[in-house]
């Protein structure tokens, strides 16, 4: 069982998409462990962007990140960061194949709708700046077993 960080950026919240898109994570078979509504701060951004804080392009993406309040999702589920990724598409909307969530809903690559951990470093590492032990209920096994 494994758990992702996924966040439904400003852009999404603007228009109105944040019910449509946890529903088709939710449709998939992955489980909520935690949820909420939050603005991200400058600094949680340079955080959270750690790797891409010294590129060019940085400044535009805190920009638009901290530009709204986003919703903050933890999601539990096999290979759930595989399997949300694979459900986001690609970075560019423009190249995401339709059927994912970018590729039906975007042209952009920066206003991409999404953000989910892309390996379980990243997981482990984002889970945390957003959410504390006790914002998260416990694993959900039973649930997604019975599910699946
Ligand atoms: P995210 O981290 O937001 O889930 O997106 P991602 O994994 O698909 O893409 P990543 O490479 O981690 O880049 C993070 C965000 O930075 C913006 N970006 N701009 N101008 C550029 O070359 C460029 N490259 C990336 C995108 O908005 C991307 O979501
Ligand atoms: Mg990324």
């Known amino acids: 069982m494994q758990r992702t960080l996924v966040?439904?950026?400003p852009d999404a919240m603007k228009r109105r998409l944040a019910g449509r898109i946890l529903t088709?994570?939710?449709?998939?078979?992955?489980?909520?462990?935690?949820?909420?509504?939050?603005?991200?701060?400058?600094?949680?951004?340079?955080?959270?962007?750690?790797?891409h804080v010294a590129k060019p392009f940085y400044p535009e993406l805190e920009?638009?990140?901290?530009?709204?309040?986003v919703v903050a999702i933890c999601l539990e589920g096999p290979e759930a960061i595989t399997v949300t990724r694979?459900?986001?598409?690609?970075?560019?909307g423009r190249e995401s194949a339709p059927g994912t969530i970018r590729g039906d809903f975007g042209m952009s690559r920066?206003?991409?709708?999404?953000?989910?951990?892309?390996s379980p470093e990243a997981s482990d590492r984002e889970i945390p700046l957003y959410f504390s032990d006790e914002e998260l209920v416990g694993s959900t096994d039973g649930m997604?077993?019975?599910?699946f």
């Open 86 to 92: 694979g459900m986001m598409g690609k970075t560019n």
């Open 24 to 51: 088709r994570l939710e449709d998939k078979g992955l489980a909520l462990v935690g949820l909420k509504i939050m603005q991200v701060t400058p600094d949680l951004a340079k955080q959270h962007y750690a790797e």
């Open 144 to 147: 997604v077993g019975t599910f």
């Open 7 to 9: 966040l439904i950026k």
């Open 110 to 118: 920066q206003l991409n709708l999404i953000h989910g951990s892309d």
């Open 63 to 69: 920009e638009f990140i901290t530009s709204g309040p």
